[in-house]
């Protein structure tokens, strides 16, 4: 059974960090994504890695503010995420795909991020 479990989310003030993971279980992905949405707010990119070589792409929204990683040994992504905003409180999701797949296919339970002004 494919089980992605995230954890790491809380409340934070303005200009906090936090660090999510994401254990994957059941099978590796190809690539890795973290997700948010807000609530009334569609959901959003947030960053990707390609498990081969690290490979990462990060939304603009989050540049320089958002890194994602992973872990080969534990089979873990994880988004470190620094001088949060308030606009950065959302339920934020992990997701994975295989090499063949044109989508996210699997997905976490979600953890909340909210940060305080």
């Known amino acids: 059974q494919v089980q992605l479990v995230e954890s790491g989310g809380g409340l934070v003030q303005t200009g906090g960090s936090l660090r999510l993971s994401c254990a994957a279980s059941?099978?590796?992905?190809?690539?890795m994504g973290w997700f948010r949405q807000a609530p009334g707010k569609e959901r959003e990119f947030v960053a990707a890695?390609?498990?081969?070589?690290?490979?990462?792409n990060v939304a603009d929204s989050v540049k320089g503010r958002f890194t994602i990683s992973r872990d080969n040994v534990k089979n873990t992504v994880y988004l470190q995420m620094n001088s949060l905003k308030p606009e950065d409180t959302a339920a934020y999701y992990c997701?994975?795909?295989?090499?063949?797949?044109?989508?996210?296919?699997?997905w976490g339970q979600g953890t909340q991020v909210t940060v305080s002004s």
């Open positions: 059941g099978r590796t992905f190809y690539r």
């Open positions: 890695i390609r498990w081969s070589d690290r490979t990462t």
């Open positions: 997701a994975g795909k295989g090499v063949l797949d044109g989508t996210y296919n699997y």
